[in-house]
C-alpha cells in the first residue's frame, strides 16, 4: 500500500492523505488509455516485489506518474483523476443526477424526449450531455445541456433563473442560439440543436463530436494548424462577439476552442451560461498566476491569446507564459500572440479586446452579416450583472493575491534554506580540518609513545556503519 499526500492549491490546510495499492494504479491507467497517451506507470512484477530495494523504486516511479498526469491540463481535469485523488469529494455519479433533473423537467415538458447520453464529451465533472429529439420531429437533433452551480455564482435566485430565461432571447450572428432554457435554485438546464460538424476545436484535431473529450484532444494524431484566411476570419468573429457582450455589460470569461461552435464558415460562441453559473474557466489555472490578469475582459483576452495559438499551431502552447513562438502564416499572427501570452503581457497586462480588433490580423477582415444583433437585458438584470461580474473579479484578485505572497514566502524559504546550507558547509569545512590537524597531532603523539614504551599498543573502537533507513512508502505531495 503506498500513502498519496494530495493537496489543492496552494493552501497546507486544504490537504489529505488516502492510500493506493498498485493496482489501484493499474486500474487508473487502463482507464485513461482512452486518452492515447503513453504514460509511465511502473510495470508489473510477480517475484521480488516485496524487496525494499525495488519498493523504493517503484515508489519513485509511482511519484512520477502521478506528477505527469496532475501536471497535463486535460488529464487533471478529469473525473477518473479527481476520484482516484480526492475520493470524498467526487464519489457522487453526476450522470444520475443529472438524469434526474432531467426527467423531472420532461414531466412538465413532455415534448422533449432523450435518444442517448453523450458521455464526457465535455471536461466538466459536473455538467452533462445527453441527445435530444421532438416528438413531433422525431429525424432533428438537439443536445440538452445540464450543470450544477459553481463557486463564483453570486446572482440571487430569482435574477439567475430571469436571466437563463432570457438566452433564447439572445439573437447574434456570432452566439449559438439557444432553443430553449430553463432553470432552478441549484442548477441550469439548456436545450440548442445538435451540430454534426462539431466544434472549432473538433475542426483543428479532426475530432468526432460525440467521441469523450479525452479521446479527442490529448493526444491528436496529427498536428496542423489552420490556414491564414481561416485564423484571420475566426478570430475577428470571436473578437467581435465578446466586445458585444462586454459592451452589453454580460460578463463571459469562458472561451475556449471548445466553445466556439462551427457553422459553415462561421463561428458561434457557445455556454453564455456558465458565468451565471459561477463555474470556473477551462484556463483559470493559468491566469490566476498573473495579477494583471484581474477583469473578466482581461481574462477573454488572455483566453483569446489560448484559442489563437490552438488555431495557429494546431496544439496548445507547452506552457504559459510562451518564451518564443515557432514559425506562425504571418508576422501579425506572433504580435497578437506576445500581446495575450509572452512573459511581457502576462506580467504588465492584456491589450483591451477594442485593442486586439485594430490590429493588423484583425483590422483588415471583413463580416458579411445581415444578421442584426439583439439581447434585451433589463435594467435591474444588468445591475444584478454588475455586482456579480465585480464579486467574480474580486475573488479572482484575492486567489492571485494568495499565490503572489505563496511565491513570495516559498522563495524567501528558499533563500534562507540555501543560506543556512552555506553556512553549514563553510562550519562543516572549517570543523573537518580542525578535526584532521587534532587528527596528525594525535597520530604524533602516539608516535611518540609507542616510541616510548615498546609492547604497549592504542586500539580505536569499531564503528558499526548506520542501519540502512527503510524506503517509505509515502508517495510525497502530487501537485493537483
Known amino acids: 500500500?503506498?500513502?498519496?499526500?494530495?493537496?489543492?492549491?496552494?493552501?497546507?490546510?486544504?490537504?489529505?492523505?488516502?492510500?493506493?495499492?498498485?493496482?489501484?494504479?493499474?486500474?487508473?491507467?487502463?482507464?485513461?488509455?482512452?486518452?492515447?497517451?503513453?504514460?509511465?506507470?511502473?510495470?508489473?512484477?510477480?517475484?521480488?516485489?516485496?524487496?525494499?530495494?525495488?519498493?523504493?523504486?517503484?515508489?519513485?516511479?509511482?511519484?512520477?506518474?502521478?506528477?505527469?498526469?496532475?501536471?497535463?491540463?486535460?488529464?487533471?481535469?478529469?473525473?477518473?483523476?479527481?476520484?482516484?485523488?480526492?475520493?470524498?469529494?467526487?464519489?457522487?455519479?453526476?450522470?444520475?443526477?443529472?438524469?434526474?433533473?432531467?426527467?423531472?423537467?420532461?414531466?412538465?415538458?413532455?415534448?422533449?424526449?432523450?435518444?442517448?447520453p453523450l458521455k464526457d464529451i465535455g471536461w466538466r465533472i459536473r455538467k452533462k450531455y445527453f441527445l435530444m429529439k421532438i416528438k413531433n420531429q422525431p429525424k432533428e437533433r438537439l443536445v440538452l445541456s445540464w450543470a450544477d452551480l459553481g463557486p463564483d455564482k453570486y446572482l440571487s435566485d430569482k435574477d439567475f433563473q430571469c436571466l437563463i430565461k432570457l438566452l433564447p432571447s439572445c439573437l447574434h450572428p456570432y452566439i449559438y442560439r439557444v432553443t430553449f432554457a430553463t432553470a432552478n435554485e441549484s442548477s441550469a438546464l439548456l436545450i440548442r440543436m445538435f451540430n454534426e460538424k462539431g466544434t472549432l476545436k473538433d475542426l483543428i484535431y479532426k475530432a468526432k463530436p460525440k467521441d469523450p473529450f479525452l479521446k479527442k484532444y490529448c493526444n491528436p494524431k496529427k498536428i496542423q494548424g489552420l490556414e491564414l484566411q481561416q485564423i484571420k476570419t475566426y478570430g475577428r468573429q470571436i473578437l467581435e462577439v465578446l466586445k458585444f457582450l462586454h459592451d452589453k455589460g454580460f460578463p463571459y470569461g469562458h472561451l475556449h476552442a471548445s466553445n466556439v461552435m462551427l457553422d459553415g464558415d462561421t463561428c458561434r460562441l457557445l455556454d453564455l451560461e456558465n458565468s451565471l453559473l459561477g463555474l470556473p474557466s477551462f484556463y483559470r489555472s493559468y491566469f490566476s498566476q498573473f495579477r494583471k490578469i484581474n477583469t473578466l475582459e482581461s481574462v477573454d483576452v488572455h483566453c483569446f491569446g489560448h484559442l489563437l495559438y490552438e488555431m495557429t499551431y494546431g496544439r496548445p502552447p507547452d506552457s504559459v507564459p510562451v518564451d518564443s513562438f515557432p514559425p506562425a502564416p504571418s508576422m501579425a499572427v506572433v504580435a497578437v500572440l506576445e500581446s495575450t501570452l509572452s512573459c511581457e503581457a502576462c506580467k504588465n497586462g492584456m491589450p483591451t479586446i477594442s485593442r486586439l480588433l485594430q490590429m493588423p490580423l484583425f483590422s483588415d477582415v471583413l463580416l458579411t452579416t445581415s444578421e442584426k444583433p439583439q439581447f434585451k437585458i433589463p435594467t435591474k438584470l444588468k445591475e444584478a450583472l454588475r455586482i456579480a461580474k465585480e464579486c467574480i473579479e474580486k475573488r479572482l484578485i484575492e486567489e492571485q493575491k494568495q499565490i503572489h505572497q505563496h511565491r513570495r514566502l516559498t522563495r524567501a524559504q528558499s533563500h534562507h534554506g540555501s543560506e543556512e546550507e552555506r553556512k553549514k558547509k563553510i562550519l562543516a569545512r572549517k570543523k573537518s580540518k580542525r578535526s584532521a590537524l587534532e587528527n596528525s597531532e594525535e597520530h604524533s603523539a602516539k608516535y611518540s609513545n609507542s616510541n616510548n614504551s615498546a609492547g604497549s599498543g592504542a586500539s580505536s573502537p569499531l564503528t558499526s556503519p548506520s542501519s540502512p533507513t527503510p524506503p517509505s512508502t509515502s508517495v510525497e505531495h502530487a501537485p493537483f
Open 1 to 116: 500500500e503506498y500513502i498519496i499526500r494530495v493537496q489543492r492549491g496552494i493552501s497546507v490546510e486544504n490537504s489529505w492523505q488516502i492510500v493506493r495499492r498498485y493496482s489501484d494504479f493499474d486500474l487508473l491507467n487502463n482507464s485513461l488509455q482512452i486518452a492515447g497517451l503513453s504514460l509511465p506507470l511502473p510495470p508489473k512484477k510477480l517475484i521480488g516485489n516485496m524487496d525494499r530495494e525495488f519498493i523504493a523504486e517503484r515508489q519513485k516511479g509511482l511519484q512520477n506518474y502521478l506528477n505527469v498526469i496532475t501536471t497535463n491540463h486535460i488529464l487533471s481535469n478529469c473525473e477518473l483523476v479527481k476520484k482516484f485523488l480526492d475520493p470524498n469529494n467526487y464519489s457522487a455519479n453526476y450522470t444520475e443526477i443529472a438524469l434526474q433533473q432531467v426527467s423531472m423537467f420532461f414531466r412538465s415538458e413532455p415534448k422533449w424526449e432523450v435518444v442517448e
